[in-house]
């Protein structure tokens, strides 16, 4: 999963982007609200985090802008303006939900999944396609009836973003998307690495090379 930080408190996005980074998510995050919409221009995103008192560009007027271009982009306001007033404006621009600083990261992890999830095909807490089970919360996999065993945070975002959507085949560039942000050094096999270890502890059927365009789950259930 990829997310957008658009904060200009230096300690808020920081320890918002090292959080987020500990948890599985790709994180880019910039300081302004102009930056924020060119990375919203150029780049997928499956979330945007938005701080509302932004430089050269209000949060609201990036919303709106949001709005226009991206409709289904799902959106979490972050903000100090806890006048009722403010967090209408922020739902009806089109926010999915908000949270008023200072907040527990704790919380905002449990937001963010919120809204992710009623992205994606599961209804449940844990992605599944029927065969593997993957829980967001404690990052734990397990194939139906086996003991749930931990993955690095690479391997979660990577069986993440093949389990939202079984049957749904991702390239070698979606999965680099989706597990990488600017500036991490992307390795050449590092997608090929992360899948033999999740075959390592789940088996070879588990994720399906499609030759030529890149890999799945299957949709079983
Ligand atoms: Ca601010």
Redesign the pocket.
């Known amino acids: 999963m990829r997310i957008l930080l658009i ?3 230096q300690m808020i996005g920081e320890s918002v982007a090292e959080s987020l980074k500990d948890s599985g998510y790709a994180v880019d995050w910039v300081k302004d609200g102009d930056s924020g919409l060119s990375a919203i221009g150029c780049q997928h995103y499956d979330l945007l985090l938005l ?4 430089p050269r560009k209000d949060g609201i007027d990036v919303l709106r802008s949001v709005r226009q271009q991206k409709k289904s982009l799902p959106v979490i306001i972050l903000t ?1 303006r806890d006048a009722v007033e403010d967090r209408i404006a922020g739902l009806d621009t089109g926010a999915d939900d908000y949270l008023v600083k200072p907040f527990a990261l704790g919380e905002l992890s449990a937001r963010i999944r919120a809204v992710l999830r009623r992205q994606s095909s599961s209804s449940g807490p844990h992605l599944t396609n029927g065969v593997i089970s993957l829980d967001p919360v404690t990052r734990e996999a397990c194939l139906v009836g086996a003991t749930p065993l931990r993955l690095s945070a690479r391997e979660f975002a990577l069986l993440q973003a093949l389990l939202v959507r079984p049957g749904a085949i991702l390239s070698r560039g979606e999965l680099e998307e989706k597990i990488y942000a600017w500036g991490d050094e992307v390795e050449s096999n590092a997608i090929e690495f992360f899948i033999h270890s999740l075959r390592k502890k789940f088996g070879s059927d588990i994720i399906k090379n499609v030759r030529g365009l890149g890999w799945m789950v299957a949709k079983v259930s």
């Open positions: 904060e200009d408190d701080d509302l008192g932004l100090a």
